[in-house]
């Protein structure tokens, strides 16, 4: 099967059926989605057959009423390829023509099997219609009948004769008369049904009536000369005949001339009769051809020169696109990795989204705790500050306690020295005593109640100078204590004035740590606010990088899209170049039949 006729089928199955159920037929048979069939290419028969049973098993419906379908519409399909071969009067004329196409055909495609067409009319309206094929395509016949009659807006009549697995014979009958036969009488009555020289025909006619009229005039009597008479007349009829004749056989070499292609020769006749004027019809007949084919020769040199030209320009075409072809998938790559880059950025971006997030709420946490700590780091350094004033009144109310002691140790100083004074006043009560008993012992017995006295008195020494020792230990012993507590209390007091002095330092320090941690958590505030704005803004940039993610994967599609469409087209421009290869040899093989025309 041809390539040309199986690529009409595929464009018709297209329009009936749709593209996707085409397509998907021609993948399962074997041809590709996108099969493109050369005029010239030679398609497995078993193909095309699983390529319609594909589209029937698709649409549910018989294979036969497809090819039915199919050939009913390709009428118009092969009308729109080959409108040359329609140019037709009647539906009968289209038929007869099938023949001659079809001879036309295999010449031009080498390798051809069409089927084998014959019409023979057997009445003015009635015809054989006999198909002889081995691929005994009968529904797709029957199909490509009714289309035919239907595009010449005939009703035609059919019904079958004989049918064989690669014949069949059809009767037709059509609405208009499609043959007639003209019978000259007069022609075939001369002719005696052998004599075919027109002359000899003429010769017998003068006879005929020469003796007709001869045997009246002259007798039955004479009947032998009237047959001389009339034998005469007609021998002159057969000489002048073949005389006037001798055109016909120039006219006849003429004929030869333009049934064998020969037009250069060029001439005249002059007869001053029909025959000059047949003659010059015929000359006017092989100028008119000739013009047409040195037209038609000029045409292919012309159609040669515009198929290297496009031949040149594919070549161009099939080199820019493959380069095209290239940077386009380089591109398409590029954007598969861009939109794999920008999708994995995405999800990065997402992760680091999601951590600061969490870092801010994190952030907004210790936000509050600082701004809690600063709170209390405030109340801190009130209470340190306040603390401060406090010990320091405390120092103060310390150092009058201080002085108190110094002073009441001096006091006690005071009164060691009264009571060394009571103590050298006991013992010299005691020594005076002494005095009045040494006095009242040489006083005798008047002196007696002064011992007595003077014995109390030295007693009373006695017990003053134990109790003054007594005092004496005691506040010996109570300004030690309190010079030791003195001693103390200035050691304390010394220390109570480091500690102020270090809780001063501490204080400012205490203040200038608030001051610099409230400058720390004003900052850390701003930050963190900052920080919700960039995270904020992040989100917003995540958005957009969603979208460029999205575009990107868009432009990866389109990318993918377009390299397909480059290849497809690159692919479909080495099929155009296939085809100018083709067209090419049909040009020339249209030129070589030119040759045979000798002009």
């Not at 319609?52 to 039915?68: F, T």
């Not at 080199?319 to 386009?328: A, D, G, N, R």
């Not at 006091?411 to 005095?435: G, H, P, R, W």
């Amino acid at each position: 099967m041809k390539g040309t006729v199986v690529g009409t089928w595929v464009k018709t199955c297209k329009g009936l059926y749709g593209k996707d159920v085409v397509e998907d037929a021609l993948e399962k048979a074997g041809f590709g989605r996108k099969k493109l069939f050369s005029p010239l290419e030679d398609v497995d028969d078993n193909k095309v057959n699983k390529f319609i049973e594909n589209i029937s098993s698709a649409v549910k419906e018989d294979k036969d009423i497809i090819w039915e379908k199919i050939g009913e519409d390709n009428i118009n399909a092969f009308h729109k390829s080959f409108p040359a071969f329609f140019e037709h009067e009647n539906l009968y004329s289209f038929f007869k023509s099938m023949f001659d196409v079809h001879v036309v055909m295999t010449k031009k495609f080498p390798g051809a099997k069409p089927p084998l067409i014959l019409i023979k009319p057997i009445s003015n309206r009635e015809a054989i219609f006999t198909y002889k094929s081995k691929r005994g395509m009968f529904p797709y016949l029957k199909g490509l009948i009714k289309g035919s009659a239907d595009f010449f807006h005939e009703n035609l009549g059919m019904s079958e004769v004989e049918k064989t697995n690669e014949s069949v014979s059809y009767k037709f009958t059509f609405d208009k008369d499609i043959y007639y036969r003209k019978s000259f009488k007069v022609n075939k009555i001369l002719s005696l049904g052998f004599i075919k020289n027109i002359s000899v025909k003429i010769a017998i006619f003068v006879f005929i009536i020469a003796a007709i009229t001869s045997v009246p005039i002259l007798g039955v009597n004479n009947l032998v000369k009237a047959l001389i008479c009339a034998v005469i007349p007609a021998a002159a009829s057969f000489i002048a005949s073949e005389l006037l004749m001798r055109p016909l056989n120039t006219i006849k070499k003429e004929i030869s001339s333009l049934k064998s292609n020969e037009f250069s020769e060029d001439g005249t006749i002059e007869t001053s009769d029909f025959w000059e004027e047949i003659y010059n019809e015929l000359k006017e007949y092989r100028k008119n051809l000739i013009k047409d084919f040195v037209g038609f020769k000029g045409l292919t040199d012309e159609m040669g020169t515009f198929v290297q030209s496009i031949n040149v320009i594919t070549k161009d075409m099939d080199s820019t696109s493959k380069e095209i072809s290239e940077v386009v998938e380089q591109v398409a790559d590029g954007a598969v990795s861009q939109a794999d880059n920008t999708q994995s950025s995405v999800t990065v971006l997402n992760d680091n989204i999601n951590s600061l997030k969490r870092v801010v709420d994190i952030e907004n946490q210790n936000k509050v705790q600082l701004e809690d700590t600063i709170s209390k780091i405030n109340n801190s350094y009130e209470s340190v500050n306040t603390t401060s004033g406090n010990i320091t009144n405390s120092i103060n109310e310390f150092k009058e306690v201080k002085d108190k002691g110094v002073e009441l140790s001096n006091q006690a100083k005071d009164i060691t020295s009264i009571v060394s004074m009571v103590s050298e006043i006991s013992e010299q009560t005691n020594l005076l005593a002494l005095n009045a008993s040494i006095e009242a012992a040489r006083a005798g017995e008047a002196g007696k109640g002064f011992s007595v006295v003077a014995e109390e008195v030295k007693k009373l020494a006695e017990q003053t100078k134990n109790a003054v020792q007594s005092i004496n230990t005691n506040l010996e012993q109570f300004v030690v204590n309190i010079n030791d507590l003195v001693m103390r209390i200035e050691t304390q007091y010394g220390v109570l004035e480091g500690e102020i002095s270090n809780l001063s330092s501490v204080r400012n320090l205490s203040r200038d740590a608030n001051a610099s941690a409230k400058v720390v958590s004003d900052a850390m505030i701003k930050t963190v606010e900052e920080l919700n704005r960039e995270a904020e803004s992040i989100s917003q940039v995540y958005n957009k990088m969603e979208t460029l993610a999205s575009i990107a994967e868009e432009n990866s599609a389109s990318s993918e899209e377009v390299s397909a469409s480059v290849t497809s087209y690159t692919g479909e421009i080495e099929d155009l170049t296939k085809k100018i290869r083709e067209f090419e040899k049909i040009a020339e093989n249209f030129r070589t039949d030119l040759n045979k025309y000798k002009i």
